[in-house]
Every structure is written in C-alpha cells, then in structure tokens.
T-cell receptor
C-alpha cells in the first residue's frame, strides 16, 4: 500500500524567509511517481512538479526547488525567499502501479509581511 | 472552457436525500478521477476511470456512492441517502493519458453540505 506523510500541519513564515515542506512516502513499487500540488485559497489544486522514481536529480524552478532522496524516501519542497502569494496548502502525492494518486494530508503555509 | 468543469459548485441538501455531482473533463483526456476533501483534511481517492476499462472503485466509502462516465467524457458522482459525514468538497480531475506519470488537472470542486 502507498502512504504519503506530511508531518508539518501548518507553517508560518515571514516574507523573504526560506521554507522547506517535508514529504515522506511509502511504497512497494519499484516504479512510482511523486508530485507536489498547491491549493490556494480559491480551492483549485495546481500541479507543481512530477518526479519519477528513477530520476533522483534535484530540480529548481525559479524560487521552487525539490530534493528527492530515495535513501530516506523523501521528496521535500523548498521555497526560497517566500512571498505572500505562496500562502496555500501544499500537497505531496504519489502514484505507483495503480494509477490513483495518493495524497498526503497537506501542509498549510502562511506567509506574512 | 479549457479546464475541468464541475457543477454544482455548492449544494446544500437534507439528510437522506440523493445528490448528483457532475464533472466535465478537459476534452481529449482519457482519465477521470473523483476525490473527496473533508474540512481541513487531505484528499481521499474515490474512483478512477480510464478509457473503456472497468473503473477502479476501490475508494468509494460505501454502496451509497456510485459514479458513471458516459461516452468517455462527462462523469456523474451520485450519493444516495446522504449522511452528514458526506459533507465535503468533491473534486474531479482529468489527465491526458491516465498513466501514473500524468499530470492531473483539477476542477474547483463541488461543496456538499448535508444538514
């Protein structure tokens, strides 16, 4: 069975601080995909990134970066120089041989001025 | 529109009534998913359709829940004899391939309140 754990329920930072959102996954599949989604106050989930299990190369996209480590089953997400517009709930998710996406419980990020 | 469309956006019903929630996926997307998000909770998988294959119903919480997808496009999620614990936001998503490497596009959800 797949499981995604986001231990941080809520994080509060001041604008311009860096923040890392943790994600730990469990799976017996050798091929799997990991995702991060953002859910702003409007409610619609927005896809941020997808990684496959064979590609541990870290990725950077603007202020966003992702650190995938199979050794610790983690796929952490860092926002550099956070902004108020980053305030949202962030979900880590996983698929394996079954196509359904299993989500973590989410981390609510609050960025204040 | 270009995105996933869901209706109604809000539904208030009385306990015991049946409700239908509709999802119109992005044109050409073969895979369609229903998720449920209770207040302050994560997303709970309900059901998944991929093309003409039998749907994966493993997430449906009870036999009061059912879903169908007609013509490989529009999907309807039906909840019979609603209970208060059914109150949640029901999210629909579609993806182009249905392979587990596909990006899911979500609708804005249907908020169901059972009184």
């Amino acid at each position: 069975a797949q499981k995604v754990t986001q231990a941080q329920t809520e994080i509060s930072v001041v604008e311009k601080e860096d923040v890392t959102l943790d994600c730990v996954y469990e799976t017996r599949d050798t091929t799997y995909y990991l995702f991060w989604y953002k859910q702003p106050p409007s409610g619609e989930l927005v896809f941020l990134i997808r990684r496959n299990s064979f590609d541990e190369q870290n990725e950077i996209s603007g202020r966003y970066s992702w650190n995938f480590q199979k050794s610790t089953s983690s796929f952490n997400f860092t926002i550099t120089a956070s902004q108020v517009v980053d305030s949202a709930v962030y979900f880590c998710a996983q698929t394996g041989t079954a196509s359904k996406l299993t989500f973590g419980t989410g981390t609510r990020l609050q960025v204040t001025l | 529109g270009a995105g996933v469309s869901q209706s109604p956006s809000n539904k208030v019903t009385e306990k015991g009534k049946d409700v239908e929630l509709r999802c119109d996926p992005i044109s050409g997307h073969t895979a369609l998913y229903w998720y449920r998000q209770s207040l302050g909770q994560g997303l709970e998988f309900l059901i998944y359709f991929q093309g003409n294959s039998a749907p994966d119903k493993s997430g449906l919480p009870s036999d009061r829940f059912s879903a169908e997808r007609t013509g490989g496009s529009v999907s309807t999620l039906t909840i019979q004899r609603t209970q208060q614990e059914d109150s949640a936001v029901y999210l629909c998503a579609s993806s182009q391939t249905g392979n587990n490497n596909g990006e899911l596009f979500f609708g804005e959800g249907s908020r169901l309140t059972v009184l």
